[in-house]
C-alpha cells in the first residue's frame, strides 16, 4: 500500500522537533475533515491580531454558570485592561478534542473501563460540526484515530487499545539505573498532541488525558508541553486514573505510585481541571462532568493594547463582575505570530 503524503509531512515535521521514533500512526480511515487555505490563512491572522480565551464561571458552590454575558466579564493583560472584542457560548464554537490514553503496562486493567465509558463520551459530547481524535503513548505515542467527527470511528479506535508493553526500564523489580529510560511519555504526547493536531484547528481545542500522572523518559520537559498547549490555544484536562494493584504486583514497578502534581500543573495552567476516580467517583461520573463543562464554556477574544510580538509569555487575569462568582481560564499566552516551535 502506498505511503500517504500526510504521513510523510507528520514524519517530517517530527523529525524538525527531534522527537524521532515516538509517535507512529496506524492505518486508519483518513481525517474527514481538513482545513482548506482559506481556514489556514484566517487562523494566522486572528493568531497575529487576537488572543482568544476559553473559560468556564462558577458559583460559591462549584455550580457552572451558563447565562453570561460580554458585559458581565473583566479582562486584564499584564494588569492593562482590554476591550473584549468578541464573546459567543460554547453552542455558538465548535470543539476540536483529543483525548490521549495512557497504555503503559500500570494501566492494563483499566483500559477496558476506559473504552466503554470514553466511547460513550464522545457519542455524548460531540455535535456537528465538532471533531476529535484518539492517541496513545506509553513508550512512544500512537494516533490511533485521525481528526473525526464519527463516535463509530471513534469507538474503532477505541477497541484497538492495547498496552503498551515496550517499556524500557518498567518493570517488575528496583527502580532502574539507566540514565534517561524509556517509560511513559506523558509530556512528549502532549507536546504532539497539541503541535500536530490542535494547532491549525479553529474553535474551542481541548485535550483529555486518561493517566497515572507518570513520565518516564519524555524528551521535552512539562514547561515545553504546557507552552506547546498555550501555543495551541488548547485547554489540558486530565483524569487522574490510579491503579493502586499495578504497583505492588511482582515486588513493584519501581514507583510508589501515580501522582497528579504534573497533571495539576499542565490544568491549571492551560485552563482545564483535574479530574480523579476512585470507587465513589466513577471514570463514566468524571466524563459526565466533563461533558457539562465543554458544554458552559465562554469563548473570549480581544486585541492586545501591547501589540509588540516579542515572544514573551503575558499573564491573562479574567473575572466576572459578579464577585461571587470565579472563572476557570488559562493563565496567559505567549506573544508571537509565529511557529511555536521557532519560539524558545
Not at 494501566?107 to 470514553?118: G, H, N, P, S, V
Not at 502534581?261 to 485552563?271: F, H, P, Q, S
Request: net charge neutral; hydrophobic share 35%; glycine share 10%.
Amino acid at each position: 500500500m502506498p505511503v500517504k503524503p500526510f504521513r510523510i509531512l507528520l514524519a517530517a515535521t517530527l523529525f524538525a522537533i527531534a522527537l524521532p521514533g515516538q509517535w507512529r500512526r496506524v492505518e486508519q480511515a483518513p481525517a474527514q475533515t481538513e482545513p482548506s487555505s482559506q481556514d489556514q490563512e484566517t487562523v494566522i491572522r486572528v493568531e497575529v491580531e487576537e488572543v482568544n480565551v476559553t473559560c468556564s464561571v462558577r458559583d460559591r458552590n462549584g455550580r457552572l454558570i451558563g447565562d453570561l454575558t460580554k458585559e458581565d466579564f473583566a479582562l486584564r493583560e499584564d494588569g492593562k485592561p482590554q476591550e473584549i472584542k468578541r464573546f459567543a457560548r460554547d453552542t455558538d464554537i465548535p470543539l476540536t478534542l483529543g483525548l490521549l490514553v495512557d497504555v503503559s503496562p500500570s494501566q492494563e486493567r483499566l483500559i477496558e473501563t476506559e473504552k466503554d465509558a470514553a466511547s460513550q463520551f464522545f457519542s455524548s459530547v460531540l455535535r456537528q460540526k465538532d471533531l476529535a481524535f484518539l492517541m496513545t503513548f506509553g513508550s512512544e505515542a500512537e494516533l490511533v484515530q485521525d481528526l473525526t467527527g464519527s463516535a463509530k470511528l471513534l469507538r474503532a479506535g477505541l477497541d484497538e487499545l492495547r498496552v503498551n508493553a515496550s517499556v524500557a526500564g518498567l518493570h517488575p523489580g528496583p527502580v532502574p539505573t539507566s540514565s534517561q529510560p524509556r517509560g511513559t511519555i506523558l509530556y512528549d504526547a502532549v507536546y504532539l498532541a497539541a503541535n500536530e493536531r490542535l494547532r491549525g484547528q479553529v474553535g474551542r481545542k481541548a485535550m483529555v488525558l486518561i493517566t497515572d500522572g507518570i513520565d518516564q523518559g519524555s524528551r521535552v520537559k512539562i514547561q515545553e508541553a504546557i507552552r506547546s498547549a498555550h501555543m495551541a490555544d488548547a485547554m489540558v484536562y486530565a483524569i487522574y486514573y490510579y491503579d493502586p494493584g499495578a504497583y505492588n504486583r511482582g515486588g513493584g514497578w519501581g514507583y510508589g505510585g501515580g501522582s497528579d502534581g504534573d497533571l495539576r500543573k499542565m490544568a491549571e495552567e492551560t485552563g482545564g481541571r483535574v479530574f480523579k476516580v476512585d470507587r465513589k467517583h466513577t471514570l463514566g461520573d468524571v466524563f459526565r462532568e466533563l461533558q457539562e463543562e465543554l458544554r458552559s464554556q465562554y469563548s473570549l477574544s480581544y486585541t492586545p493594547t501591547d501589540t509588540a510580538r516579542n515572544g514573551e509569555f503575558r499573564k491573562i487575569e479574567i473575572k466576572a463582575r459578579d464577585g461571587d462568582l470565579k472563572v476557570q481560564a488559562r493563565k496567559g499566552y505567549f506573544a508571537t505570530g509565529g511557529d511555536p516551535k521557532d519560539s524558545k
